[in-house]
Nanobody, 115 residues
Framework: VQLVESGGGLVQPGGSLRLSCAAS????????MSWYRQAPGKERELAAR????????NYADSVKGRFTISRDNAKGTVYLQMNSLKPEDTAVYYC?????????WGQGTQVTVAS
């Protein structure tokens, strides 16, 4: 399993970013995919999750209405569109998949929201 995140960076409050996670090494279209985030000094938390076919999504209350998770099964990629970003969204963002009861993560991409 390989997960490679990209798209992070520095953005001003109210701005937008689109994260991407390229997956390989497993049958991507068969698995639920998730985006997690970990802020400094805090535990990793679920931000959003999308079912294998993309028809079902779940969001943390803190990002609901601002973030949108999507996937392209043909490309093996999951996305996280983040709008109306706030300083409290600053974190390392990881995509993840559970396979054979094991949690796999990418290396993460840093998102910093600051003026």
């Amino acid at each position: 399993v390989q997960l490679v995140e990209s798209g992070g960076g520095l953005v001003q409050p109210g701005g937008s970013l689109r994260l991407s996670c390229a997956a390989s090494g497993f049958s991507f279209s068969s698995y639920t995919m998730s985006w997690y985030r970990q802020a400094p000094g805090k535990e990793r938390e679920l931000a959003a999750r999308i079912s294998s076919g993309g028809g079902s999504t779940n969001y943390a209350d803190s990002v609901k209405g601002r973030f949108t998770i999507s996937r392209d099964n043909a490309k093996g990629t999951v996305y996280l569109q983040m709008n109306s970003l706030k300083p409290e969204d600053t974190a390392v963002y990881y995509c993840g998949v559970v396979k054979y009861s094991l949690q796999f993560w990418g290396q993460g991409t840093q998102v910093t929201v600051a003026s």
